[in-house]
């Protein structure tokens, strides 16, 4: 099962209050964001085109820690940017696992090596590796020569030493059913991560390169080709069951953006971290003031070909819960 038990119960439990307290939003993740530099360039990402006075900036652990707690969040994303450069990472996420928040590092992979002893396994922490194909893909898309190797050595040392391992892997328009295949059966049967998340690529504004992102239809054609042959019940995705049927287009969602906020050294995201229509000081700021219905496909054409996780596996995981059929499923993994 690519999610743990317990995590799989803490969530179901946090669900289970927030319906009986009749809260109407709330969120599943909060990717927070500490800070936005990184020591790659990738011409799908549009984090790093800020001005150095922002990449130059760091949420303090004060900051990071007292959001998280804010939002009453079960799990948190750490991304950026590349987190493993803020020097106080390690200390952010001890925190976190502290007060018992489910922790996934996200990471390019760089710097793992270097890093790692400064981390301990527990079942509160993941690191997420991102890959976005096999070697000569995947060193295309982060613009830089020998990442792959790099990546699936570090994926090795941290399974080595205990650590649970996540992969992140986005798909463009230069993917077809075969490049998704193929990175998918590495990950889970040769270097046997333990869970695996997938993305239809999103255009970012600030994105150097804005000629490949795919559109719904893309999306739907290259996800039902990809998972056609069954492939998609043997590989450890950490996906509710019902995400991975919208990717195909055997469901649809409206975006449910408040699912997954995103905290940065701007403040809370409006609507989404893939958006930036301004910012809230709090949490309660930003789930009060935001005007949700004015996003999605049909609402804002900025949304139009949008099918990322951050606003649509939150619809996944909502009808899950309102459906035992859906819920039985999700809880034995079968996708």
């Given at each position: 099962m690519p999610i743990p038990v317990r995590q799989n119960l803490k969530v179901a439990s946090y669900l289970m209050r927030q319906k009986l307290a009749r809260k109407e939003k709330f969120p599943l993740i909060v990717e927070l964001e500490p800070l936005f530099a990184c020591n790659l360039s990738c011409p799908g990402c549009g984090k790093i085109q800020y001005p150095t006075e922002v990449l130059r900036k760091r949420l303090t652990v004060e900051e990071a820690v007292g959001a998280i707690e804010e939002s009453g969040t079960p799990m948190v994303s750490i991304a950026g940017g590349e987190p493993l450069l803020h020097p106080q990472i390690e200390q952010i996420v001890k925190e976190l696992i502290k007060r018992k928040r489910f922790v996934y590092l996200c990471t390019n992979s760089i710097l793992l090596k270097r890093r790692i002893d400064r981390f301990e396994p527990s079942p509160y922490f993941s690191w997420v590796v991102h890959l976005d194909g096999l070697k000569e893909r995947h060193d295309e898309a982060v613009d830089r020569a020998g990442v792959f190797d790099t990546a699936v050595e570090a994926i090795r040392l941290a399974k080595d030493k205990g650590f649970r391992v996540t992969t992140n892997s986005t798909f463009f328009t230069t993917d077809s059913p075969k490049t998704v295949r193929e990175v998918l059966d590495f990950l889970n049967d040769e270097l046997e991560v333990d869970a695996m998340m997938i993305s239809p690529a999103y255009a970012y504004e600030k994105a150097p390169d804005q000629d490949h992102f795919l559109g719904v239809r893309q999306t739907?054609?290259?996800?039902?080709?990809?998972?056609?042959?069954?492939?998609?019940?043997?590989?450890?995705?950490?996906?509710?069951?019902?995400?991975?049927?919208?990717?195909?287009?055997?469901?649809?969602?409206?975006?449910?953006?408040?699912?997954?906020?995103?905290?940065?050294?701007?403040?809370?995201?409006?609507?989404?971290?893939?958006?930036?229509?301004?910012?809230?000081?709090?949490?309660?700021?930003?789930?009060?003031?935001?005007?949700?219905?004015?996003?999605?496909?049909g609402r804002d054409p900025r949304c139009d070909n949008c099918m990322a996780h951050c606003g649509y596996e939150p619809s996944a995981v909502l009808a899950t819960t309102r459906s035992l059929k859906e819920s039985l499923r999700a809880a034995v993994g079968t996708h």
């Amino acid at each position: 099962m690519p999610i743990p038990v317990r995590q799989n119960l803490k969530v179901a439990s946090y669900l289970m209050r927030q319906k009986l307290a009749r809260k109407e939003k709330f969120p599943l993740i909060v990717e927070l964001e500490p800070l936005f530099a990184c020591n790659l360039s990738c011409p799908g990402c549009g984090k790093i085109q800020y001005p150095t006075e922002v990449l130059r900036k760091r949420l303090t652990v004060e900051e990071a820690v007292g959001a998280i707690e804010e939002s009453g969040t079960p799990m948190v994303s750490i991304a950026g940017g590349e987190p493993l450069l803020h020097p106080q990472i390690e200390q952010i996420v001890k925190e976190l696992i502290k007060r018992k928040r489910f922790v996934y590092l996200c990471t390019n992979s760089i710097l793992l090596k270097r890093r790692i002893d400064r981390f301990e396994p527990s079942p509160y922490f993941s690191w997420v590796v991102h890959l976005d194909g096999l070697k000569e893909r995947h060193d295309e898309a982060v613009d830089r020569a020998g990442v792959f190797d790099t990546a699936v050595e570090a994926i090795r040392l941290a399974k080595d030493k205990g650590f649970r391992v996540t992969t992140n892997s986005t798909f463009f328009t230069t993917d077809s059913p075969k490049t998704v295949r193929e990175v998918l059966d590495f990950l889970n049967d040769e270097l046997e991560v333990d869970a695996m998340m997938i993305s239809p690529a999103y255009a970012y504004e600030k994105a150097p390169d804005q000629d490949h992102f795919l559109g719904v239809r893309q999306t739907r054609d290259l996800f039902q080709s990809a998972f056609g042959d069954g492939r998609r019940k043997k590989w450890r995705l950490n996906h509710t069951p019902l995400f991975l049927d919208f990717l195909e287009g055997k469901v649809d969602y409206q975006c449910t953006p408040w699912g997954i906020p995103s905290y940065s050294v701007f403040g809370w995201q409006r609507p989404c971290y893939l958006m930036g229509d301004g910012y809230a000081k709090t949490y309660k700021e930003l789930v009060e003031t935001t005007d949700w219905s004015k996003y999605g496909r049909g609402r804002d054409p900025r949304c139009d070909n949008c099918m990322a996780h951050c606003g649509y596996e939150p619809s996944a995981v909502l009808a899950t819960t309102r459906s035992l059929k859906e819920s039985l499923r999700a809880a034995v993994g079968t996708h």
